[in-house]
């Protein structure tokens, strides 16, 4: 497989990228498939901290480190590079390029580039507001505390993403678009992607009612079955309930003004950010997850607990 030809679409989770990934995939020169996850199985080697194991992995990794700093071995990296290859080789096949979609490299983006320079990098960014949204649509939440399972995606994904492209805005191997332009101005920045990519571009590949690669147990569910995102928007609720609006708010106000300005100029002040209880809640649930709690924080983690179910 040729480096060159290796293509990374990473974004929030709910962000667009299996629509993004359809598109770009909906030609006979691009091979793609669901939410792979390859990179994540390799994550010990590429970003230890993120791993955690029920036998202490970060004890694992310091006595492998010990063991390296002892016993030489030779061109380790490079031979995991080797595996990771062999892992995608088979979408090669009668390809000339492979996407690998999956949302929550945003955790790896900073080691990608590193374990494959040559690599492209697609970033997709779309208003966290609407993120959040769609989370609670797709998944039915009801409460805030559903959200915490996505604390990291909603917390250190959009920052991460952010500082990323900031910091490769030059990067000839990097681009980032917004989803909502992207639904927009559908044609044109998918032509000027295919273009960057060096992928042959025609108006047929806007119609990806036949385009199959994409599907799979991972992914978009919505996608999975419709085949259509602009389908999609309008199967999602505009009504946003009281909880996830309270919690909208404090999480803009956690954001700030500076991050949506750079992230996609984003109207900031039509969020109404505050600081909010709901969202004040997730970071409490967080911080609790981390370290026992004395009776004092466990009196007041059950009074937020009721308060939440009862009000939210």
């Given at each position: 497989?040729?480096?060159?030809?290796?293509?990374?679409?990473?974004?929030?989770?709910?962000?667009?990228?299996?629509?993004?990934?359809?598109?770009?995939?909906?030609?006979?020169?691009?091979?793609?498939?669901?939410?792979?996850?390859?990179?994540?199985?390799?994550?010990?080697?590429?970003?230890?901290?993120?791993?955690?194991?029920?036998?202490?992995?970060?004890?694992?990794?310091?006595?492998?480190?010990?063991?390296?700093?002892?016993?030489?071995?030779?061109?380790?990296?490079?031979?995991?590079?080797?595996?990771?290859?062999?892992?995608?080789?088979?979408?090669?096949?009668?390809?000339?390029?492979?996407?690998?979609?999956?949302?929550?490299?945003?955790?790896?983006?900073?080691?990608?580039?590193?374990?494959?320079p040559k690599s492209?990098?697609?970033?997709?960014?779309?208003?966290?507001?609407?993120?959040?949204?769609?989370?609670?649509?797709?998944?039915?939440?009801?409460?805030?505390?559903?959200?915490?399972?996505?604390?990291?995606?909603?917390?250190?994904?959009?920052k991460k993403l952010?500082?990323?492209?900031?910091?490769?805005?030059?990067?000839?191997?990097?681009?980032?678009?917004?989803?909502?332009?992207?639904?927009?101005?559908?044609?044109?920045?998918?032509?000027?992607?295919?273009?960057?990519?060096?992928?042959?571009?025609?108006?047929?590949?806007?119609?990806?009612?036949?385009?199959?690669?994409?599907?799979?147990?991972?992914?978009?569910?919505?996608?999975?079955?419709?085949?259509?995102?602009?389908?999609?928007?309008?199967?999602?609720?505009?009504?946003?309930?009281?909880?996830?609006?309270?919690?909208?708010?404090?999480?803009?106000?956690?954001?700030?003004?500076?991050?949506?300005?750079?992230?996609?100029?984003?109207?900031?002040?039509?969020?109404?950010?505050?600081?909010?209880?709901?969202?004040?809640?997730?970071?409490?649930?967080?911080?609790?997850?981390?370290?026992?709690?004395?009776?004092?924080?466990?009196?007041?983690?059950?009074?937020?607990?009721?308060?939440?179910?009862?009000?939210?």
């Amino acid at each position: 497989m040729n480096e060159e030809n290796l293509i990374f679409v990473i974004s929030q989770p709910r962000a667009g990228s299996t629509y993004l990934q359809n598109l770009l995939s909906n030609n006979n020169e691009t091979n793609t498939c669901s939410e792979s996850w390859v990179l994540l199985n390799f994550a010990n080697y590429m970003k230890p901290k993120i791993v955690n194991g029920l036998y202490d992995n970060e004890i694992a990794v310091a006595a492998f480190q010990d063991y390296l700093g002892k016993h030489s071995v030779e061109n380790l990296n490079l031979e995991m590079r080797r595996i990771i290859k062999n892992v995608y080789e088979p979408l090669f096949e009668n390809h000339k390029y492979v996407i690998d979609k999956t949302p929550r490299y945003w955790e790896l983006i900073e080691e990608i580039p590193v374990w494959f320079p040559k690599s492209k990098i697609i970033v997709l960014k779309r208003n966290p507001m609407d993120v959040v949204k769609s989370m609670a649509n797709t998944w039915n939440l009801q409460t805030v505390r559903d959200l915490a399972y996505f604390k990291r995606d909603l917390l250190k994904a959009p920052k991460k993403l952010n500082k990323f492209c900031l910091n490769n805005a030059h990067n000839p191997n990097v681009r980032s678009i917004q989803y909502e332009q992207l639904v927009e101005s559908t044609s044109e920045v998918i032509q000027e992607l295919y273009q960057w990519l060096g992928i042959t571009y025609n108006n047929s590949v806007l119609d990806t009612t036949e385009n199959v690669k994409y599907k799979g147990n991972f992914g978009d569910p919505y996608q999975n079955k419709f085949g259509n995102e602009k389908k999609t928007v309008s199967r999602t609720s505009d009504t946003v309930p009281g909880w996830l609006k309270r919690f909208q708010q404090g999480y803009a106000f956690y954001l700030g003004e500076d991050f949506f300005n750079t992230y996609g100029n984003y109207p900031y002040e039509k969020m109404n950010p505050r600081k909010t209880r709901a969202f004040s809640y997730l970071i409490h649930r967080i911080n609790s997850s981390k370290e026992k709690m004395k009776l004092s924080d466990e009196i007041n983690y059950i009074t937020k607990e009721v308060y939440y179910r009862i009000f939210s």
